[in-house]
């Protein structure tokens, strides 16, 4: 029994599309009994592979293909949802979920304060990832951000976890020129975590706060994303142009 999970960036490169799929494809290929474990279905990558994943139960009919949706019994619970409700607030299309499975009920600090949900959803994502033997993954190492930091963070204490890496080598060329073109401290900071430096150790060699360095790295990486967008989207209307 394999599980796999999934987690990737927030733009989007149409190119991902087919490694994506492959990646799926290899792994079922080789595997009579695969479960795919989503914690929402709001982004868009999670929503591609869902689709490669109904495609690939065609292909593979003799075989146990499970799209599994991962639930909060705390939201489940708080907002009085039926299961129909749920699954449609998480995202998910009709009758595409074969089955859903609980995460832990968690009583910390953070689970005291609405407020602090990300924290709360952090937890879930680590009980998530420590369930699962694979992750499907797509991201650029030359764009920091903070999600990729806990992702890297949780990846690196399940070493048994097998990352398949997706990324598109065009977005990753783009990403480099546009850092290069970054103003002085804003590429310091990029060029620093992209080395492996912390937050704090940046904060320290520019003699600012660490909330300073944080503020700076994320104008920066909107910078590039926005930069980014445009290619994509022409990209996205050549591709409905050709059908």
Same mark, same amino acid.
């Given at each position: 029994?394999?599980?796999?999970?999934?987690?990737?960036?927030?733009?989007?490169?149409?190119?991902?599309?087919?490694?994506?799929?492959?990646?799926?494809?290899?792994?079922?290929?080789?595997?009579?009994?695969?479960?795919?474990?989503?914690?929402?279905?709001?982004?868009?990558?999670?929503?591609?592979?869902i689709q490669a994943i109904l495609a690939l139960k065609?292909?593979?009919?003799?075989? @146990?293909?499970?799209?599994?949706?991962?639930?909060?019994?705390? %939201? $489940?619970?708080? !907002?009085? *949802? +039926?299961?129909?409700?749920?699954?449609?607030?998480?995202?998910?299309?009709?009758?595409?979920?074969?089955?859903?499975?609980?995460?832990?009920?968690?009583?910390?600090?953070?689970?005291?304060?609405?407020?602090?949900?990300?924290?709360?959803?952090?937890?879930?994502?680590?009980?998530?990832?420590?369930?699962?033997?694979?992750?499907?993954?797509?991201?650029?190492?030359?764009?920091?951000?903070?999600?990729?930091?806990?992702?890297?963070?949780?990846?690196?204490?399940?070493?048994?976890?097998?990352?398949?890496?997706?990324?598109?080598?065009?977005?990753?060329?783009?990403? @480099?020129?546009?850092?290069?073109?970054?103003?002085?401290?804003? %590429? $310091?900071?990029? !060029?620093? *975590? +992209?080395?492996?430096?912390?937050?704090?150790?940046?904060?320290?060699?520019?003699?600012?706060?660490?909330?300073?360095?944080?503020?700076?790295?994320?104008?920066?990486?909107?910078?590039?994303?926005?930069?980014?967008?445009?290619?994509?989207?022409?990209?996205?209307?050549?591709?409905?142009?050709?059908?």
């Open positions: 029994m394999r599980r796999v999970c999934f987690w990737g960036d927030y733009f989007w490169d149409e190119e991902i599309d087919s490694l994506l799929t492959n990646a799926l494809n290899d792994i079922c290929a080789e595997e009579n009994q695969v479960e795919f474990w989503f914690f929402g279905c709001h982004q868009q990558y999670f929503a591609t592979a065609s292909i593979f009919p003799h075989k @146990e293909l499970h799209i599994v949706a991962v639930a909060d019994p705390r %939201k $489940y619970a708080e !907002d009085g *949802l +039926n299961q129909a409700d749920f699954l449609r607030s998480e995202g998910y299309a009709p009758i595409i979920v074969d089955c859903i499975r609980y995460a832990p009920l968690f009583n910390g600090k953070c689970e005291q304060d609405r407020k602090r949900f990300v924290q709360h959803n952090n937890k879930i994502l680590r009980w998530m990832y420590h369930q699962c033997t694979d992750v499907i993954a797509y991201y650029y190492t030359n764009l920091p951000c903070t999600r990729l930091h806990f992702n890297r963070t949780i990846l690196s204490a399940n070493p048994e976890l097998i990352i398949h890496h997706l990324f598109f080598d065009g977005t990753y060329s783009q990403i @480099e020129a546009l850092t290069k073109e970054l103003q002085t401290q804003k %590429k $310091y900071v990029i !060029d620093s *975590l +992209n080395s492996g430096k912390t937050y704090r150790q940046i904060a320290d060699e520019l003699g600012v706060s660490y909330v300073r360095v944080q503020q700076i790295a994320t104008k920066a990486e909107t910078e590039i994303r926005w930069a980014c967008q445009p290619t994509v989207r022409r990209k996205r209307r050549k591709l409905h142009a050709n059908h």
